[in-house]
């Protein structure tokens, strides 16, 4: 069988495809020549880059696979594609801990003002050193402060296990969810916690910090109404999709000082983010890099490679 890893994949992944005896091909198809070579495939492998719509599974019969090099399944049509017979694998457990790493790498980032520092150092540092200091000296500590999370399967659970460790409270909003046991610290030392989900309402009330781990399923988890409801200071962090924050009320909101400052991994209109939330001084950016680890890429490829050996050879 042939394979098509057309975003690529760690090498791990490719050598345990190829010593199941798979023919893989890491050569980049462009999408629209997809059409007219896909077929030509047992499988294809993409991550966000390929987009696998009705139209190209219908013009490649010979398709059995379409894996995905991640959690989100937004640029395939998986029903369609599933009605078709075709397997449908994604990869949600691997990339988990990295990306709440880089949610808690922003947290302590907006906490003391890295992000604004680090802009300004550079320019002024030299000559304005001490007004620097004293602007950034009012930042404060995440231990003993409360964090909403909302959308609590892999990724969410994750961050709550970071955020234990670090000493702070949590509370999970997830409407398929009753409750999770986290584990937090070391491998030699580590402690269970169970937590119970709570209403968006009773978090929202509560949260001096909150971050989103959900889909984007076509309207804003966080909008004007959401922001209303928050407590006055409170930091938002997103890494997960563009949309399921309404970046226009989260302007807004920061503008008015509803929220302190805001965590984006994320955004509409990706690769091209809206120029206000690129210069703004309160927003801590980073160009959706949260499963970008090595560490992350492996264990993708691994969970990638061992899902469509069982898939193909069933």
Known sequence: MKILINDGIHPTGKRLLEEAGFEVSTNKIAQ???????????AICVRSATKVRKDLIDQSPNLKAICRGGV?????DVDYARSKGIHVINTPAASSRSVAELVFAHLFSIARFLQQA??????????EFKDLKKNYSAGVELTGRTLGIIGFGRIGQETASIALGVGMNVIAVDPYLDSAEVSFGPTSHQFKVKIETSSMDE???????????????????LGT?????????????????????????LLAALESGK??????????????????LLSHPNISLT????ASTGEAQEKIGIELAEKLIAALKD
Do not use: C
């Open 72 to 76: 989100g399944l937004d640029n395939i």
């Open 203 to 221: 978090m929202l009330k509560q949260a001096d910090a909150i971050t989103l781990h959900v889909p984007f399923l076509g309207e804003p988890v």
């Open 32 to 42: 629209d020549d997809l059409p007219a070579k896909l077929n030509e495939y047992d």
């Open 259 to 276: 929220v302190a400052a805001a965590a984006l991994d994320v955004f509409v209109g990706e690769p091209k983010p809206r120029v206000e």
């Open 118 to 127: 680090n802009r300004e150092m550079p320019v002024k540092g030299n000559s």
């Open 287 to 290: 160009p959706h890099i949260g």
């Open 225 to 249: 109404k959401e922001f209303d409801q928050m407590k006055e200071g409170v930091f938002i962090a997103n890494a997960s999709r563009g949309g399921t924050i309404d970046e226009d009320a």
